[in-house]
Structures are given as structure tokens and as C-alpha cells.
């Protein structure tokens, strides 16, 4: 049907090995080596921890869930003051998301910013989702699992950043936990 082609006539538009890239120059060596030396990169992500609980693990908390699922601003108060270190009282970050929640029903344009701020503080992985997405679609549950980051790193979150300031320069943390110090991961397959 089709003629035959002659065996050569494939080769005649190969120019054989691609052409090798000029070496970078000396500048961007250095560069690499000065920011090299700021990074972890024994870690997957550049350098950034995951979330010592999922998104969906609100249940890890059932009182902090339900809280959460009733009244909200409670929770994202309690977030607030320890993500702000005690700037702004639990009170007046809860009041104000509550106000901005009854008003334009858009709370999660606010409280994304401390995900953000708790993530900076953290070096906590941003995931799949950028932040104003996580809280537009799941804000519940991502107040719920920064409240459990938070607690997960020795804070008390009832108590304010004030008196857990106070705990950490007397030695004492909740649960057992150095104050700010990341989770303790185990290690192996737990049942």
C-alpha cells in the first residue's frame, strides 16, 4: 500500500547527541551555596513539617469539635491569642470574627490569615490547598485542626497566651510536651 522507506531516511533528521548546556557561571554556585546552607533538605518540601493532625481528624478532639461546630469564634479566639503571642485578648479576636461572620458571613477571609501566621511560625506545610481555600470550604475543620497543632505543641488553649507563658518560664507544659517543640511522631506501625 504505502512504499517501503529507505533504511537511512529516519536518521537523516537525527543531528545526534543533544548539544551539552554551558556550566553555570561562578555567581550562581555561590548563590546556591548561600542558600543551600538555610535549608533542610533532609526534608521533603524544602524543609517544611507536616501537621501533627489531618484536616478530617477532628474527632482527636470531640470536645474541641463540638465547640467548634456550635460556636466557632470561640475556637478561632482561642487560636488568635496564641498565634498573635497575647497581642490581641481571645475575646476580642472571637468577637471580631463572630461580628464578621454575622455580617457578611465571610469569617474565613479573616481567619485564613492566622493559618498563614500559625503555618509562618511552624514552618507547617501549606498542602494541597492554599490557605484561603482550606478555610473558605472547610473552615470548621480547619479552626479545629489548628486549635489541635497548637495543643499538640504543649498549649493550653483555655488559658490564654499569658498564663502559658507563665507555665513555660516555671518549667511546666501541658500534657507532658516542651512548649513549642514540634509533636513527637512514633516511630513503626501502631495498632
Known amino acids: 500500500m504505502y512504499p517501503s522507506a529507505p533504511p537511512d531516511a529516519y536518521n537523516k533528521f537525527s543531528a545526534g547527541a543533544p548539544p551539552t548546556a554551558p556550566p553555570p557561571p561562578a555567581a550562581y554556585h555561590q548563590q546556591q551555596q548561600q542558600h543551600g546552607a ?9 524543609g517544611l513539617r507536616k501537621w ?4 478530617f481528624h477532628c474527632m482527636d478532639d470531640p470536645g474541641n469539635c463540638l465547640i467548634t461546630c456550635l460556636c466557632p ?16 485578648p481571645c475575646i476580642a479576636s472571637g468577637l471580631v470574627y463572630g461580628l464578621i461572620c454575622a455580617s457578611t458571613g465571610m469569617g474565613c477571609l479573616y ?20 490557605d484561603i481555600l482550606v ?8 479552626l479545629c485542626q489548628e ?6 505543641r504543649g498549649f493550653d488553649l483555655g488559658i490564654g497566651w499569658e ?3 507563665d507555665r513555660q518560664r516555671r518549667g511546666v ?3 507532658g510536651a516542651v512548649m513549642g517543640a514540634p509533636p513527637a511522631i512514633p516511630l513503626g506501625m501502631i495498632r
Not at 501533627?52 to 484536616?55: D, I, P, Q
Not at 481567619?111 to 492554599?130: F, I, N, Q, T, V
Open 38 to 46: 538555610n535549608m533542610d533538605t533532609s526534608r521533603p518540601g524544602g
Open 52 to 55: 501533627s493532625t489531618g484536616l
Open 73 to 88: 469564634c470561640v475556637t478561632f479566639g482561642q487560636v488568635a491569642d496564641i498565634v498573635d503571642k497575647g497581642t490581641c
Open 111 to 130: 481567619s485564613c490569615l492566622y493559618r498563614s501566621k500559625l503555618r509562618a511560625e511552624y514552618d507547617l506545610d501549606e498542602g494541597e490547598c492554599p
Open 135 to 142: 478555610h473558605c470550604c472547610c473552615e470548621h475543620l480547619a
Open 147 to 152: 486549635y489541635r497543632e497548637l495543643k499538640n
Open 163 to 165: 498564663a502559658n507563658m
Open 173 to 175: 507544659a501541658g500534657g
